[in-house]
C-alpha cells in the first residue's frame, strides 16, 4: 500500500503563510489525484484543492487566489502553499492520494489513501 506523511502545519498570525508537504511512498502505485482537504471543528471535512497527474488544478472558491498547490513528481510528492491566512482556515488539513497500485495477484486496484492530517491554526 501506499504511505502519505504530512508536514508543515502550526500557527500563524492573519495574513500570514504556512505551506504544507506531503510525501506518498511504497511499492508498484500511480496516482492520478493529489489534493488538500481540511476540517475543522463541529464541520464536515471539505476539498481545499487538488493537482491532476496532467497538472491541472481545481480550488475551493474560499482559498483560490490565496493557495497554491503543486506537486513534485519525481518525489511523488504534493505542496499547499497557503498565503494571507485567515482565522476561518483553521483546522486540520489531511492529504489525499487517488490513483492505482497493484494487488499480490497482478490485478490494478484503486489506491485512495489519507495522510494523518496536520493542524493548521490562524489566530494573533
Known amino acids: 500500500q501506499v504511505h502519505l506523511v504530512e508536514s508543515g502545519g502550526g500557527l500563524v498570525q492573519p495574513g500570514g503563510s504556512l505551506r504544507l508537504s506531503c510525501a506518498a511512498s511504497?511499492?508498484?502505485?500511480?496516482?492520478?489525484?493529489m489534493g488538500w482537504h481540511r476540517q475543522a471543528p463541529g464541520k464536515q471535512r471539505e476539498l481545499v484543492a487538488t493537482?491532476?497527474?496532467?497538472?491541472?488544478?481545481s480550488y475551493a472558491g474560499s482559498v483560490k487566489d490565496r493557495f497554491t498547490i503543486s506537486k513534485d513528481n519525481d518525489q511523488n510528492t504534493v505542496f499547499l502553499q497557503m498565503n494571507n491566512l485567515k482565522p476561518e482556515d483553521t483546522a486540520t488539513y489531511f492529504c489525499?492520494?487517488?490513483?492505482?497500485?497493484?494487488?499480490?495477484?497482478?490485478?490494478?486496484?484503486?489506491?485512495?489513501?489519507w495522510g494523518q492530517g496536520t493542524q493548521v491554526t490562524v489566530s494573533s
Open positions: 511504497g511499492d508498484g502505485f500511480g496516482i492520478n489525484v
Open positions: 493537482v491532476r497527474s496532467d497538472g491541472g488544478t
Open positions: 489525499n492520494v487517488v490513483g492505482y497500485y497493484y494487488g499480490r495477484d497482478g490485478y490494478r486496484k484503486l489506491l485512495d489513501s
